[in-house]
C-alpha cells in the first residue's frame, strides 16, 4: 500500500481559500487513483472530489463543484485540493485515499490507502 500524509488544513474565512496537499510514498504514486473525502462531527465521511491516474479525468460532489479542484503532480507524488469560496459547511476533517484503480472512483469501499487527516474549519 502507499503511505498517505495530508497538510494543509488550518482555519479560514468564510468565503475565502485552502489548499490541501497528500504526498505519497512507498509506492509508484501514477498506479493510483486518488480521491478526497470528508467527515464532518457526527456525520459519515463523504465524497469530496477524486482523479485518475494521470489527472485529465475528475469528479466532484455537488456540495463542491464549480470551489474545489483537485490535481495531481506525479513526479512529485503529490495530490492537492484547491478550496475556494469556502462555506461554514465545508468544516470538517479532510482525507486524502488511494485506489488500486487508475480510474476515477468516488465510494470509500474502493480505497484502499488513507491518510490520517488534516482538519478544515471555515469561520464566520
Known amino acids: 500500500q502507499v503511505q498517505l500524509v495530508e497538510s494543509g488544513g488550518g482555519l479560514a474565512q468564510a468565503g475565502g481559500s485552502l489548499r490541501l496537499s497528500c504526498a505519497g510514498s512507498?509506492?509508484?504514486?501514477?498506479?493510483?487513483?486518488m480521491g478526497w473525502f470528508r467527515q464532518a462531527p457526527g456525520k459519515e465521511r463523504e465524497f469530496v472530489a477524486a482523479i485518475n491516474w494521470n489527472g485529465d479525468e475528475t469528479a466532484y460532489a455537488d456540495s463542491v463543484k464549480g470551489r474545489f479542484t483537485i490535481s495531481r503532480d506525479n513526479d512529485k507524488n503529490t495530490m492537492y485540493l484547491q478550496m475556494n469560496s469556502l462555506k461554514l459547511e465545508d468544516t470538517a476533517v479532510y482525507y486524502c485515499?488511494?485506489?488500486?484503480?487508475?480510474?476515477?472512483?468516488?465510494?470509500?469501499?474502493?480505497?484502499?490507502?488513507w491518510g490520517q487527516g488534516t482538519q478544515v474549519t471555515v469561520s464566520s
Open positions: 512507498g509506492r509508484t504514486f501514477s498506479n493510483y487513483g
Open positions: 485515499a488511494a485506489s488500486d484503480y487508475t480510474i476515477v472512483v468516488v465510494t470509500t469501499d474502493f480505497f484502499d490507502s
